[in-house]
């Protein structure tokens, strides 16, 4: 292909990006301006918010796009109506929001962190299990709260639900300094993460990042790991939805975490049509979101590994209009990580139970793919799991 052709393809596929995203831009300010909400339209899903943005200025918006010098906590209680469909968020049209039809906030309140405790004991439950949430690229500080509060409410995880909120500008054509700004955000997530697992209260960790986000996560364990020897033993487990991640970078940051690691899930989706804007932008480097694990050297380097979940999205047609949120807009892949992945048990075939869950058909009627399980959704998911979860 010409230089010509390369460049009018880029712009083609920006501008494409651009306009399935315009949507964001017509939302009115101000969404995170508290309401009251009644208990009778509405349920409440109570954040931790830690964040490396900067404060704003702005009414309702509390951190924009800029990066701040520290790390700040809030509380954060989310209103979600009723009436809504699962993986779905509903934007007010105007603020404030209606709380019978909106997604709103009901409290937005600044926390020190002696005050974590509190929070963690009023939010955890009886399995005292902590879920962090890394968002990813082109997320505005609102779409990060109400995109974690939406997940948390759908999957009905027990769990204390921490999201990190780093400084995403919320454009896509922001995509570098999105990209240094998860760089500038590494060492406090880490210290979020060391936190939550060196606290004696809290059982188990659960860290789901997404797109960008995925970088970020990897790169905070890992950095955990060359410090301390090895990931927090609490931490167990590592979901990673559309990661934006070099896969070559990926495979020695993993190695780089040592075998006492947490068990990893992976999202892929070969349609991910913002992950194709991020392979133009990377050098034409395979995105580990994009791969397509039936085909070699993917599938003999999944037969090697341990620890390693894998669920191609593919053939999914009910996620959002870029295939890149699948993982939280699709109910049959939100009910799945309620069901299992955020409780941290497996979704081998191996593993299932009756007809009404996974695998209701199987590859080669339970065919083995090298070391690799595959089983097949109704949805239609594939699933490889490698041979050994640790």
Not at 56 to 77: C, K, M, Q, W
Not at 188 to 215: K, N, Q
Not at 259 to 285: C, E, W, Y
Request: proline fraction near 5%.
């Amino acid at each position: 292909m010409s230089s010509v052709a390369c460049l009018f393809s880029r712009a083609v596929l920006i501008l494409g990006l651009a306009l399935g995203l315009s949507a964001c831009a017509s939302r009115p300010q101000g969404v995170l301006t508290p309401v009251k909400a009644n208990a009778a339209v509405a349920q409440k899903v109570d954040l931790l918010v830690a964040t490396t943005r900067a404060p704003a200025e702005a009414p309702g918006v509390y951190f924009n796009g800029e990066r701040g010098p520290d790390l700040t906590l809030s509380n954060i209680v989310v209103s979600i109506p009723d009436k809504r469909a699962v993986g779905s968020i509903q934007w007010p049209s105007r603020v404030p929001g209606d709380p019978a039809r909106d997604f709103v906030t009901t409290q937005v309140t600044p926390m020190q962190v002696g005050e974590a405790k509190d929070w963690f004991k009023r939010t955890s439950g009886k399995k005292r299990r902590v879920l962090i949430f890394v968002h990813g690229f082109n997320t505005q500080f609102a779409d990060s709260v109400f995109r974690f509060a939406q997940i948390v409410h759908d999957t009905d995880a027990n769990v204390a639900p921490i999201l990190f909120s780093w400084p995403s500008r919320g454009s896509v054509f922001d995509y570098n300094y999105d990209r240094e700004s998860a760089n500038y955000s590494r060492s406090e997530l880490a210290a979020v993460i060391r936190a939550a697992a060196s606290s004696p209260a809290v059982s188990d960790v659960t860290i789901m990042a997404h797109s960008m986000g995925g970088w970020l996560a990897v790169e905070a364990l890992r950095q955990i790991a060359l410090q301390e020897g090895r990931v927090p033993a609490k931490v167990s487990n590592l979901i990673l939805a559309s990661p934006d991640l070099d896969i070559d970078v990926f495979r020695k940051q993993v190695l780089e975490m040592g075998p006492k690691r947490p068990h990893i899930t992976l999202f892929v989706s070969q349609n991910d049509r913002a992950l194709r804007l991020s392979r133009l932008l990377s050098g034409r480097m395979t995105r580990l979101g994009a791969v397509d694990i039936t085909r070699e050297p993917y599938l003999s380097q999944m037969e090697t590994s341990t620890g390693i979940t894998i669920l191609d999205l593919t053939a999914l047609q009910n996620g959002d209009r870029l295939n890149h949120s699948k993982f939280a807009t699709s109910p049959e892949v939100v009910q799945l990580m309620g069901d299992r992945l955020i409780q941290g048990q497996s979704v081998s075939d191996s593993s299932l139970g009756g007809p009404t869950t996974l695998g209701t058909t199987t590859l080669g009627a339970g065919q083995v793919l090298g070391s690799a399980a595959g089983a097949v959704l109704s949805a239609p998911i594939l699933i490889f799991e490698s041979a050994a979860r640790k």
